[in-house]
Nanobody, 122 residues
Framework: QVQLVESGGGLVQAGGSLRLSCAAS????????MGWFRQAPGKEREFVAA????????RYADSVKGRFTISRDNAKITVYLQMNSLKPEDTAVYYC???????????????WGKGTLVTVSS
């Protein structure tokens, strides 16, 4: 089993920044591609960002491209999401997830964290 625990969420004003962390245990993190997803009230969970096992490849949703950066530190078995220029529409519960597959997709992740709430005020 892999356990994922998100942290770093909170309340921030529009235009501000937050860094989310996802701490993993139970497996070697380098064996997994990682992703961040989010779910806003009344909405389906959506893809935010993904990073390959080595960290060499990243992918972002169009809505966050240029503002968010995903990174990983396999030695610390931690994945990060740096969020800049936050907007009220970024308000959501953010989830970290892991997969042994190459592609990061909402319906194909092997492990999920329980989420951390990000609230952006206007």
């Amino acid at each position: 089993q892999v356990q994922l625990v998100e942290s770093g969420g909170g309340l921030v004003q529009a235009g501000g920044s937050l860094r989310l962390s996802c701490a993993a245990s139970g497996r070697t993190l380098s064996n997994y591609a990682m992703g961040w997803f989010r779910q806003a009230p009344g909405k389906e969970r959506e893809f935010v960002a993904a990073i390959s096992r080595s960290g060499g490849n990243t992918r972002y949703a169009d809505s966050v491209k240029g503002r968010f950066t995903i990174s990983r530190d396999n030695a610390k078995i931690t994945v990060y999401l740096q969020m800049n220029s936050l907007k009220p529409e970024d308000t959501a519960v953010y989830y970290c997830a892991a997969t042994t597959a190459i592609a990061v997709m909402r319906d194909a992740m092997d492990y999920w964290g329980k989420g951390t709430l990000v609230t952006v005020s206007s």
